[in-house]
């Protein structure tokens, strides 16, 4: 079913959402971007239809939600262990002890990377508890994506027609807002604010600007290829990529004392990744991949080959943050090409090969 709202409407529809949901939406924060009067869209909690960014795409991701950049799991003492909150923990600490489900509003690529951090947090293996006690309370409303943004490249990867795990669609049409609802017990609230009916199909993105060709196979030979030599001077291990891709699930834990003999205190999951310093520091003080250019590859080969392997399709959504973030302007889906290029080269010296032995 669909309906159309005009501002009002959507403003009404908002606000009584907000009672009984945090709602969870891209926002525009003025002057807050990188350089001097450069703005920045980040995930944040609303209560008004004017503090959503439906325009542009937001910079950071909306799995801060579920998995934060730092997350208190529990908290100890001598003599018993407690266990942290939920959603107020992870997204709001102002909001612990919200009862409260969760509306998050994204797009189609986004919705695609739900998929991915459920694979990695609750079908690899063991469900991790953290997490599920924060997904079951989160739905989600998908934002019309009727055009592509720069350095967006959803529609190789195959993420630009968003999976059916959506409660209703937002987008903008003409003077107002049209919206899908796959929720039927929200139909009368929409009936309340809506100026019409009518059949609304969720707009998606056909074309992207941004093209990338992802290898079917990669030999194992290429982890020694050339092709990642170049990143070892041009990439700093800012980490900043795998920090705003809506698909990297990397983490550390730390432990805080409260007392000096370190018995009272709480236990942090923080995010980390492969390619930041200390990640892969393993006892005695060994490191694996110091090499940016090794951190590269082993990113990579995961996003667009390894994680295939295990789950069937592969954990890059194509929504280009990383490249929009990357303060050393190096483009993934470049990585990608080169990698796609560097497997062709192979193919070909092989079969050439072979075809002398034969």
Same mark, same amino acid.
């Given at each position: ?8 409407? +959507? ?6 959402? =907000? ?12 002057? =807050? ?14 209560? /008004? ?9 937001? #910079? ?18 001598? #003599? ?27 797009? $189609?690529?986004?919705?695609? !990377? *739900? ?42 990867? !195959? ?18 807002? $049209? ?10 609230? %929409? ?47 800012? !980490?900043? @990529? ?5 698909? @990297? ?24 990744? @492969? ?7 393993? =006892?005695?003080? =060994?490191?694996?991949?110091? &090499? ?8 990579? +080969?995961?996003?667009?080959? #390894? ?16 490249? /929009? ?6 483009? %993934? $889906? ?14 070909? &010296?092989?079969?050439?090969? *072979?075809?002398?032995?034969?």
């Amino acid at each position: 079913m669909g309906y159309v709202l005009d501002g009002e409407g +959507l403003d009404g529809l908002v606000r009584e959402l =907000a009672r009984d949901y945090l709602v969870f939406a891209p926002v525009r924060k003025v002057g =807050a971007g990188r350089f001097t009067d450069v703005d920045q869209v980040i995930y944040d909690f609303v209560d /008004d239809a004017s503090q959503i960014e439906l325009d542009a795409k937001s #910079d950071y991701s909306f799995k801060e939600l579920l998995t934060p950049l730092s997350q208190t799991l529990f908290y100890y003492t001598e #003599d018993q262990v407690r266990e942290a909150g939920g959603i107020g923990s992870a997204g709001d600490p102002a909001r612990e002890g919200d009862t409260r489900d969760v509306l998050v509003l994204m797009r $189609a690529c986004d919705l695609h !990377g *739900v998929k991915r951090l459920d694979a990695m947090y609750l079908h690899n293996g063991p469900e991790d508890s953290f997490y599920r006690r924060i997904r079951d309370r989160v739905h989600f409303v998908l934002l019309g994506c009727p055009q592509t943004f720069e350095h967006c490249f959803c529609v190789d990867m !195959g993420s630009n027609v968003a999976p059916d795990n959506w409660e209703f669609s937002l987008e903008r049409s003409g003077e107002g807002y $049209a919206c899908a609802v796959e929720n039927e017990s929200l139909l009368p609230l %929409f009936e309340r604010y809506a100026t019409a009916s009518r059949d609304v199909v969720p707009a998606h993105v056909t074309q992207n600007d941004v093209h990338v060709r992802v290898p079917k196979t990669v030999p194992l030979e290429l982890r020694t290829s050339p092709v990642w030599d170049e990143y070892n001077h041009r990439c700093i291990g800012c !980490g900043r @990529c795998t920090l705003v891709c809506p698909t @990297c699930t990397c983490f550390t834990m730390q432990d805080v004392a409260y007392t000096e003999n370190g018995r009272v205190g709480e236990r942090r999951r923080v995010q980390a990744s @492969c390619m930041i310093d200390g990640y892969s520091t393993v =006892a005695g003080g =060994a490191s694996y991949r110091k &090499q940016h250019g090794e951190r590269m590859r082993f990113k990579v +080969l995961h996003k667009v080959y #390894d994680f295939r392997q295990r789950f069937g399709y592969d954990m890059c959504v194509g929504c280009g943050r990383c490249d /929009d973030v990357c303060p050393e302007y190096i483009s %993934f $889906a470049a990585c990608v090409n080169k990698l796609s290029d560097a497997v062709d080269e192979w193919d070909a &010296q092989h079969e050439g090969s *072979v075809a002398r032995d034969a």
